[in-house]
């Protein structure tokens, strides 16, 4: 078999001989690790078991003193006097241990406190002063003096333990005092039996500022210092360098009589040898594994050569393929792997044949894509948008879910509603063919899915994907099931979308809103050109919906013109009469005749005048000035403007400030909103014998910052058809009225980007509920 650069066998071994190298590595470092800690347990145990033996000596020794001071004191009687006892104790305890007690000092104290007698070295002499014998008295009737049997104390910077032995008789007490120095000395006494190498060292520290011995806060880490001192038992155990070498050093804390840290003993055996130990066994290990990383590459190699030589047939018959040679048939040549390879290349012409099917479903989507086109074409072609924009949007809901049309399983409508900020349920669709396959999904996915989704909200400031959609107007699909997403809503994650993608519709003015598509129970994904008919299908209708905005908000205009010319035209005419025929009621001495005459119709000469002030208003081209106003101010002053007519028609008003109500807009404006409604609510209320009443409220809601105000009366309120044209201009069903006064109102309110609607019933009360944008310092 010839052997190429880029050979299966070559590749194959480089890769056996990676994964062995890594295999090895891991084991060794495995290893390794483990006998380093291994190493590290076996000094720590070791400085554990020194420093037990250490604190095992240091008992001991008071114990020694003990018992050899007890053997002694019974030999002497108290009357041979106190000072030759303290010498001929001294003297004896020489004899018995002459390193031990060579620095000792013995004192005689009365059980008053006297110091009677003291003999020893004189470097030691004179540590128990009346100053602190009252210490020593104290600390022997302790409770944890009687188990120890001794304690520590500092005195002029030194440390000494003492051992307190009373003696005497019945009538009278004395004090045997021991005093043995605490130090270096102390400590190396100690150490004998340890079985110390050189290189381990031992060290006495003290907390005092005796410069002749090592202080414990220089000896000592910052950090560790302040352990020590926190710590409430007396063994201490780390990792320390000294003089740039590694120990591991045990600290046995001295604490004196009063719980205060005195110093420590401190013992540190070398880690020299567990380095050396360390080295060595990585070498050995690093040895080890390089052996048998070459023993196995070298066996490998060998294998895997042996076992790919009937490669080299199916190799020929891969090229015969390659070079586009039919074969019929294919011999199935080898064992294990190489058997199944060849039963592969055998299955392969199968596939290629699979292949050509894949190609004619292909062509069966490319199909499918070009009767979406033509669905699209008809759907837009169908849809006469200047008519009804609600009856349009339907008809696209609709035709989502066609088989005529696009063919999708389920689409739901979601308008947006600008005065609560969300998009709330609408309109459902749901293809027929879905009866078929409702056993897929549950029942209420689809039987009472129209009641869910009618009661759905989706809040509009939120990062949910239908109103991401519909902030950035764009459409988001997703190959996958809909729990999966935060949709806006947990209703939209029960009702099984599948395969789904959100269309939004913009530039519908109140109809805007999303569409939400998915191909229930089905495995047909979104592809990129479905998603670039959909954008085509988006771009067009939202054309159309924009065409007709335009040329409402163009017939609006040219009616408002209609109505600004037929003001100017009429006014000054009709200005001037009702100026003369006031003047004639109201002058001094007219005919009887004339004043009987004017006098029948000056209401309606008042009321000609206020539509003339009204028209004038709304009539004379201005530019408005936008500014910070405060509703509950206007509603106060308007109220106040009322208050004669209220008293005089019996009228109750109440106004309920929950809010100052601020909003940019114009004073002036919003003041002649207000001045109408509380007109119209006032001439609801003629018919009404009694119980004449006006509420006015104020709030503002916290979620989508809006200010809402409401005023609410129980007069005779209107009729069904009266509020589907209450705000067109000129309808009226008061003979005194023009018509305008409301028509005005609701093109302020949409002026000021607001929302106004009136809910009422006939025979019952009236309600008018405007919605403005809360006012907002960046704005």
């Not at 070398?270 to 130990?277: A, C, F, G, R, Y």
């Not at 699209?376 to 696209?396: A, P, Y």
């Not at 002036?668 to 004449?692: F, P, T």
């Amino acid at each position: 078999m010839r052997i190429k650069k880029n050979s299966l066998l070559i590749k194959i071994i480089f890769y056996n001989d990676i994964a062995i190298f890594l295999t090895s590595i891991l084991i060794a470092v495995v290893v390794i690790l483990t006998s380093f800690q291994d190493m590290e347990q076996r000094v720590e145990d070791t400085t554990k078991n020194k420093m037990n033996l250490l604190m095992g000596n240091y008992k001991s020794y008071f114990g020694e003193i003990r018992n050899d001071v007890y053997k002694e004191i019974a030999k002497y009687r108290i009357n041979e006097g106190n000072q030759k006892v303290a010498e001929m104790l001294k003297y004896n305890l020489l004899k018995e241990d002459f390193r031990n007690y060579y620095n000792s000092v013995i004192t005689i104290i009365s059980s008053d406190g006297e110091l009677l007698a003291e003999y020893g070295n004189k470097g030691n002499l004179g540590t128990l002063t009346e100053d602190n014998i009252h210490i020593l008295l104290e600390t022997s009737t302790k409770k944890e003096f009687e188990e120890l049997g001794y304690y520590l104390a500092e005195v002029q910077g030194k440390i000494y333990g003492r051992v307190v032995i009373p003696y005497g008789t019945e009538d009278i007490t004395y004090y045997l005092v021991v005093s043995i120095p605490i130090n270096k000395d102390f400590l190396t006494s100690l150490t004998e039996g340890l079985e110390l190498s050189s290189k381990d060292k031992v060290y006495f520290v003290t907390n005092s500022s005796d410069k002749s011995e090592l202080q414990a806060k220089f000896f000592f880490s910052h950090r560790t210092y302040r352990e020590i001192l926190r710590k409430d038992y007396k063994n201490y155990y780390l990792n320390k360098k000294i003089n740039g070498l590694s120990y591991y050093v045990g600290i046995y804390n001295l604490i004196g009589y009063n719980d205060s840290y005195l110093g420590s003993f401190v013992i540190s055996l070398s880690k020299e040898k567990v380095t050396e130990e360390k080295l060595m066994t990585a070498i050995y290990i690093g040895i080890l594994v390089l052996l048998i990383m070459i023993i196995s590459s070298t066996v490998s190699s060998k294998v895997f050569r042996k076992l790919l030589l009937p490669l080299s047939q199916i190799a020929d018959l891969a090229d015969k393929i390659s070079n586009g040679e039919k074969v019929e048939d294919i011999k199935v040549v080898g064992q294990g792997e190489i058997r199944t390879l060849s039963i592969s290349f055998k299955e392969m012409i199968e596939k290629l044949n699979v292949a050509q099917e894949d190609l004619t479903i292909q062509n069966k989507e490319l199909v499918r894509n070009i009767e979406k086109i033509e669905a699209i074409d008809k759907l837009l072609m169908g849809m006469n948008i200047e008519q009804d924009t609600f009856k349009t949007i339907k008809k696209l809901v609709n035709g989502f879910t066609s088989e005529v049309g696009l063919g999708y399983s389920r689409a739901m409508y979601f308008r947006y509603s600008r005065e609560n900020d969300y998009l709330i349920g609408e309109e459902i669709s749901i293809n027929r063919t879905l009866k078929e396959e409702s056993r897929k999904g549950f029942k209420f996915q689809l039987k009472n899915l129209k009641e869910l989704i009618l009661f759905t909200k989706v809040p509009i400031n939120n990062e949910s994907l239908l109103a991401k959609s519909f902030r950035e107007q764009k459409i988001i699909y997703k190959n996958d099931d809909g729990y999966k997403y935060d949709l806006g809503n947990d209703v939209l994650k029960a009702v099984g979308l599948k395969n789904f993608f959100i269309f939004p519709i913009h530039g519908a003015g109140k109809f805007s809103g999303v569409v939400l598509v998915d191909n229930y129970t089905k495995d047909v994904r979104i592809n990129q050109e479905e998603l670039e008919l959909l954008n085509l299908l988006s771009m067009n209708f939202s054309i159309g919906i924009n065409n007709k905005e335009i040329v409402l908000d163009t017939l609006e205009s040219q009616r408002v013109m209609t109505i600004e010319k037929l003001a100017t035209r009429f006014l000054k005419l009709r200005g001037e009469v009702v100026d003369k025929l006031l003047k004639c009621v109201d002058s001094e001495n007219p005919g009887e005749k004339i004043i009987e005459e004017l006098t029948t119709i000056k209401p309606y000469l008042a009321r000609i005048k206020e539509d003339n002030e009204s028209l004038k208003f709304y009539s004379e081209e201005k530019e408005e000035r936008y500014e910070r106003v405060c509703l509950d101010k206007i509603i106060n002053e308007a109220i106040e403007k009322y208050s004669k007519r209220f008293k005089s028609e019996n009228i109750s008003v109440s106004f309920f400030n929950a809010t100052s109500g601020s909003v940019l807009g114009s004073r002036k404006q919003l003041e002649k909103v207000i001045k109408e409604l509380i007109e119209n609510a006032c001439n609801a209320l003629l018919n009404k014998k009694n119980n004449r009443r006006i509420d006015i409220i104020l709030s503002k809601r916290r979620i989508n910052e809006k200010i809402e105000l409401k005023i609410i009366d129980n007069g005779e309120g209107i009729s069904a058809k009266q509020l589907e044209d209450i705000y067109e201009p000129f309808v009226s069903y008061s003979p005194q009225t023009l018509g305008l006064g409301l028509f005005f109102v609701h093109k302020i309110i949409k002026d000021h980007g607001g929302v106004i609607k009136h809910f009422s019933e006939e025979g019952n009360s009236t309600e008018v509920k405007i919605t403005l944008n809360a006012y907002k310092e960046e704005v």
